[in-house]
């Protein structure tokens, strides 16, 4: 589960992503990244950690790209 946000932190039902652990590259499942997020926003990703990450390219409604490597598990 993630947070999306324009400031307020917010969980988004019935989607999911997909990160792998030193990747920048999220895919969602069920997600609306193009309506949901702005380039810039942080997204809180939930996997053995609670990680942040800026958003810094989306792609379209399925993909996006973040500012650093993710580190977690996938």
Same mark, same amino acid.
């Given at each position: 589960?993630?947070?999306?946000?324009?400031?307020? /932190?917010?969980? !988004? /039902? +019935? $989607?999911?992503?997909?990160? $792998?652990?030193?990747?920048?590259?999220?895919?969602? $499942?069920?997600?609306?990244? $193009? /309506?949901?997020?702005? !380039?810039?926003d @942080? !997204? +809180? @990703?939930?996997?053995?950690?609670?990680?942040?990450?800026?958003?810094?390219a !989306?792609?379209?409604?399925?993909?996006?790209?973040l500012?650093? /490597?993710?580190? +977690?598990?996938?």
């Amino acid at each position: 589960m993630s947070e999306w946000g324009n400031y307020d /932190a917010k969980t !988004i /039902a +019935g $989607t999911s992503v997909n990160v $792998t652990n030193g990747s920048t590259l999220v895919v969602g $499942t069920g997600t609306l990244f $193009t /309506a949901n997020l702005d !380039i810039g926003d @942080i !997204i +809180g @990703i939930h996997s053995d950690l609670y990680t942040k990450n800026r958003v810094v390219a !989306i792609a379209n409604n399925t993909y996006l790209t973040l500012a650093d /490597a993710f580190q +977690g598990t996938s």
